[in-house]
Antibody, heavy 121, light 110 residues
Framework: QVQLQESGPGLVKPSDTLSLTCVVSGYSISSSNWWGWIRQPPGKGLEWIGYIYYSGSIYYNPSLKSRVTMSVDTSKNQFSLRLTSVTAVDTAVYYC??????????????WGQGTLVTVSS | QSALAQPASVSGSPGQSITISCTATSSDIGGYNYVSWYQHHPGKAPKLLIYDVSNRPSGVSNRFSGSRSGNTASLTISGLQPEDEADYYCSSYSSSSTRVFGGGTKVTVL
């Protein structure tokens, strides 16, 4: 059974860097899949952040591209998200997910439970 | 503003059928043959319901079905049940290998 679990600080100060990790179990991250991050601000809809292939190919949401970095650690079977210069608008539940298909056909078939990150001083 | 427009809310009585639309508002939504739908109960992980417009993953009830007409994809829930009350999102490929979600539709079972 594929499982994903997000982890990281629940509170980040404005202008700091948000860092989250997604640990994958029951499936090798080095298999032919893309891995993604999605977020949901309070009271709003889902927003795609980006996705990364195990070999390092990456695509980011253009609106976040200047502040986002994603990486993969195959030795730990996990992938990570960094978002710099955060403000209150970055407060959201952050989800990691496995992607099935290629970039054109991609859909998210397994999701983590999500982790709430609040940006506040 | 999302490039995929969904109604903010749809409601129906138990046993009825409802349809949620997802309309591409941008010509950047390529092909539109790769729409997926997700059910999201607050506080839980979103769940994949439909992929590639009309395909259902194993384990998803056949009460959920997807279709497409022109630049509008639709999710139909047949035999509406109380546990179907949730938020529903469509998603599609967008330009330059990116992805977009619709704004979401809140389904209420009356």
């Amino acid at each position: 059974q594929v499982q994903l679990q997000e982890s990281g600080p629940g509170l980040v100060k404005p202008s700091d860097t948000l860092s989250l990790t997604c640990v994958v179990s029951g499936y090798s991250i080095s298999s032919s899949n893309w891995w993604g991050w999605i977020r949901q601000p309070p009271g709003k809809g889902l927003e795609w952040i980006g996705y990364i292939y195990y070999s390092g190919s990456i695509y980011y949401n253009p609106s976040l591209k200047s502040r986002v970095t994603m990486s993969v650690d195959t030795s730990k079977n996990q992938f990570s998200l960094r978002l710099t210069s955060v403000t209150a608008v970055d407060t959201a539940v952050y989800y990691c997910a496995r992607i099935k298909g290629d970039i054109l056909t991609a859909f998210f078939d397994y999701w983590g439970q999500g982790t709430l990150v609040t940006v506040s001083s | 503003q999302s490039a995929l427009a969904q109604p903010a809310s749809v409601s129906g009585s138990p046993g009825q059928s409802i349809t949620i639309s997802c309309t591409a508002t941008s010509s950047d939504i390529g092909g539109y043959n790769y729409v997926s739908w997700y059910q999201h109960h607050p506080g839980k992980a979103p769940k994949l319901l439909i992929y590639d417009v009309s395909n259902r993953p194993s384990g998803v009830s056949n009460r959920f079905s997807g279709s497409r007409s022109g630049n509008t994809a639709s999710l139909t829930i047949s035999g509406l049940q109380p546990e179907d009350e949730a938020d529903y999102y469509c998603s599609s490929y967008s330009s330059s290998s990116t992805r977009v979600f619709g704004g979401g539709t809140k389904v209420t079972v009356l």
